[in-house]
T-cell receptor, first 114, second 114 residues
């Protein structure tokens, strides 16, 4: 799988927008960009994914750079419940049997300040 | 509601004993996975199964065993051969190829060797 780079930690004030960056300079044309988050002592939770175009859902927005070498997860209004570790993952459409694997790095720990 | 259920939430094991962690899903997903997470680390893949009666080793399969006799169930046995079994164990499932579908995770089992 192509590698992703994320900051170890970030802070945000409550009710302000949060932009979580992810660099993936070796991304291939068939890699999907997935984001998951993990609250303390819980299993990861799917947030959003995309290929080329920006994506929006009820939880967040995903902004993908035109060259696809970076992306940004946007939480429009941070709440205390958004404090979690956020993982940016690349999934290759043509990895064959290995495509069933999800490779999680250390992610970005987001702290939300009241 | 559909989802993945892991049990128990907390498990204590004496050294030298085998222990089995349960994972059940009612999402009708074909693929299931087991991950291990150590404090402050990302997730590492232990085993995965694409279909009933078939499973593959992940990155850290030594000292673990699995079975997939039913689509809904994917139990993980931590054997006495696993040298450092204390960790947080997560089970996940996907409908099909992980590249374009979201993964659903259980709430995890925290195993402690005493």
């Amino acid at each position: 799988d192509a590698k992703t780079t994320q900051p170890n930690s970030m802070e945000s004030n409550e009710e302000e927008p949060v932009h979580l960056p992810c660099n993936h300079s070796t991304i291939s044309g068939t890699d999907y960009i997935h984001w998951y988050r993990q609250l303390p002592s819980q299993g990861p939770e799917y947030v959003i994914h995309g290929l080329t175009s920006n994506v929006n859902n009820r939880m967040a927005s995903l902004a993908i750079a035109e060259d696809r070498k970076s992306s940004t997860l946007i939480l429009h209004r941070a709440t205390l419940r958004d404090a979690a570790v956020y993982y940016c993952i690349l999934r290759d459409r043509y990895s064959g049997a290995g495509s069933y694997q999800l490779t999680f790095g250390k992610g970005t720990k987001l702290s939300v300040i009241p | 509601d559909g989802g993945i259920t892991q049990s128990p939430k907390y498990l204590f094991r004496k050294e030298g004993q085998n222990v089995t962690l349960s994972c059940e899903q009612n999402l009708n997903h074909d693929a299931m996975y087991w991950y291990r997470q150590d404090p402050g680390q990302g997730l590492r893949l232990i085993y995965y199964s694409q279909i009933v009666n078939d499973f593959q080793k992940g990155d850290i399969a030594e000292g673990y065993s699995v079975s997939r006799e039913k689509k809904e169930s994917f139990p993980l046995t931590v054997t006495s051969a696993q040298k450092n079994p204390t960790a947080f164990y997560l089970c996940a499932s996907t409908m099909g190829l992980a590249w374009n579908t979201e993964a659903f995770f259980g709430q995890g089992t925290r195993l402690t060797v005493v």
